[in-house]
């Protein structure tokens, strides 16, 4: 059974970092797409990151480009989103997902309907 969980959300100042972690478990991962999304209150669920396993493909979304990154580490099964200089607009709640299918790229991977598996979800908030 697939399993994945976040970590790393909390409370930050405008320009602030943190680094969210997503750990999977329960199957191999290197043929899938691991996608971080967030959701605002009011708001849809949006794609902010994304990358192939295998091969370590990424895309961003523009309103993150050039301040997050998504990376995964092989030996602990884990994608990570590092946040940089953060603003209030970041605030949302932030779900790693994964496609099983690995083979849908962007803007495919921009819809939350083609993840198979989803975590719990991570609260980021970004005080002005």
């Known amino acids: 059974q697939v399993q994945l969980v976040e970590s790393g959300g909390g409370l930050v100042q405008t320009g602030g970092s943190l680094r969210l972690s997503c750990a999977a478990s329960g199957r191999t991962f290197s043929s899938y797409t691991m996608g971080w999304f967030r959701q605002a209150p009011g708001q849809e669920r949006e794609v902010v990151a994304a990358?192939?396993?295998?091969?370590?493909?990424?895309y961003y979304a523009d309103s993150v480009k050039g301040r997050f990154t998504i990376s995964r580490d092989n030996a602990k099964n884990t994608v990570y989103l590092q946040m940089n200089s953060l603003k209030p607009d970041d605030t949302a709640v932030y779900y790693c997902?994964?496609?099983?299918?690995?083979?849908?790229?962007?803007?495919?991977?921009?819809?939350?309907?083609?993840?198979?598996?989803w975590g719990q979800g991570t609260q980021v908030t970004v005080s002005s």
């Open positions: 990358i192939r396993w295998s091969l370590g493909s990424t």
């Open positions: 997902a994964a496609d099983r299918d690995g083979s849908a790229w962007y803007p495919i991977l921009k819809n939350s309907r083609i993840y198979d598996y």
